[in-house]
């Protein structure tokens, strides 16, 4: 992985060799390096590794080649300054990751008793099921049946349109559909990794017809509401990611085969897929003449959009000095009540750019410069990286500590680390929807109490 971003400079391409080609090597090295590091330890490290093959991918390989052949899959309208400062923003973004998670292992130890471990209360599982069902249902009936979910994404958004069309503003309609996908997606997700992991830590479990039927069904409608036709790409690595780990909790080894399938998913299977977004009329072939040319994709803007939006703050729009992050995390606070609700970044720095595209990213790094300035960000992420290393060694410690079926921090990381992909690429307001969603499922079936009948068995 480390060589890679190497044989990728070393092609042939239009694109010019400057201090902004050179940054960006750097950068695809560093991540490739801390990457190689993730897999080749021998801890399970869920977040960061995730954090790393995002940074690898995204942030590292993909612009490389883009500027190997002097492409771009958005438009960069400011001038070659503004990429070179966002590419050097990018490598500081990953280095204080890096100290912050240095930092969480000379953690001072406090004395304090030891908290009760979080379970899953079984008759709150089984309504968390029911709910995924009938949610999952609704967005299907609504939708018009399963078929349309092995069309194209085109279909989807249009058949959300109209499930939720009925006088309401673009900006109701937009939070209409989010809300509807949501509901119909998260609880079936979470319902099918909670039974999962019930299954695959209890032979008891795998002999009752009450675990195994529901379970069944969960995963028939994941393969409807979840499959990788109709829905984002980065959407459905969350769901693979997720599914891995809670199969595979305490495998070494699977979990350097995730990260390896991760790299080999993006790189050979992403730009390929790009034609599950649009119907027949609309499906553009990937054009392969350059080795490169898969990697010139919107799924991998983000290190353009970020020089963008440096771009949008210097045209004389300014630091939003948090309100777009406010606005993300108070995502549930309609406009009605909040006339001045911020809009999602990447709809905000695409108008400026003069587009309608709802597929601009806003990359994490993108989001905290705009509101708290190099500074702000370099902290912020300083603390991510402090927070990654800590959940991932609460994982380590409860997972090998309890192998009980209803330890919920056993499916809360693998779910938090496949769409870290989603929090990373942005926007934040975007993703936000789905996260207050799957917090109301696990407040749902989540018990600190220690009662014997209601643990799953």
């Keep these: 992985m480390g060589v890679l971003p190497l044989a990728v400079a070393a092609q042939p ?55 190997v052949l002097g492409r771009e899959p958005t438009p960069v309208l400011g001038p070659r300054g503004d990429v070179e400062l966002a590419t050097a923003l990018v490598l500081c973004g990953m280095v204080a990751f890096d100290v912050g998670a240095v930092l969480a292992r000379h953690r001072p130890s406090f004395r304090r008793g030891r908290r009760p471990a979080a379970t899953v209360h079984r008759t709150r599982l089984y309504v968390l099921v029911a709910l995924a069902y009938v949610a999952s249902a609704l967005l299907i009936v ?39 996908r949501g509901f119909g997606t998260v609880p079936a997700l979470l319902a099918l990794l909670l039974m999962t992991r019930w299954l695959v830590t209890s032979r008891a479990a795998r002999r009752r017809p009450s675990v195994v039927l529901p379970w069944a069904g969960l995963l028939v409608v994941n393969g409807i509401v979840n499959n990788p036709v109709s829905n984002p790409r980065y959407w459905f690595l969350t769901v693979l990611f997720a599914l891995l780990f809670t199969v595979f909790p305490r495998s070494p080894v699977m979990y350097r085969a995730a990260l390896a399938l991760g790299v080999a998913i993006a790189l050979l299977v992403f730009p390929f897929t790009d034609r599950f977004r649009y119907d027949e009329e609309g499906r553009r072939p990937v054009e392969s003449d350059a080795l490169l040319e898969p990697l010139v994709i919107k799924d991998y803007d983000q ?155």
């Design 142 to 180: 609504r939708l018009g049946g399963p078929a349309i979910f092995f069309t194209s994404r085109q279909e989807i958004s249009a058949g959300l349109d109209q499930a939720t069309a009925g006088g309401a503003g673009d900006e109701a309609g937009e939070a209409g559909n989010a809300l509807l």
């Design 303 to 457: 290190v353009g959009m970020f020089a963008n939006t440096i771009t949008f703050a210097g045209d004389g729009n300014g630091h939003a000095y948090g309100r777009q992050v406010a606005g993300a995390a108070l995502f549930f606070v309609p406009r009605g009540m909040w006339e001045a609700k911020p809009q999602d970044t990447g709809f905000l720095v695409g108008g400026w750019m003069g587009t309608n595209s709802a597929n601009l990213s806003s990359p994490l790094w993108a989001e905290l410069w705009l509101d708290f300035g190099p500074l702000g960000m370099t902290a912020a992420f300083l603390g991510i990286g402090y927070l990654a290393a800590r959940v991932d060694r609460s994982y380590v410690r409860r997972t090998v500590d309890d192998p009980s079926p209803g330890n919920v921090l056993a499916v809360v990381v693998p779910v938090l680390a496949g769409y870290s992909f989603i929090l990373l690429r942005g926007s934040l307001l975007q993703a936000s929807g789905r996260i207050g969603i799957a917090v109301l499922c696990l407040l749902l079936v989540t018990t600190l109490r220690g009662d014997g009948r209601a643990q799953l068995r």
């Design 13 to 67: 391409g239009e694109g010019m060799r400057d201090t902004a080609f050179w940054l960006q090597l750097v950068v695809a090295c560093y991540a490739g390096v801390r990457l190689s590091a993730m897999v080749l330890s021998g801890r399970r490290r869920l977040v960061q590794g995730a954090f790393w093959l995002f940074c690898y991918l995204a942030m590292g390989i993909a612009p490389l080649a883009q500027s």
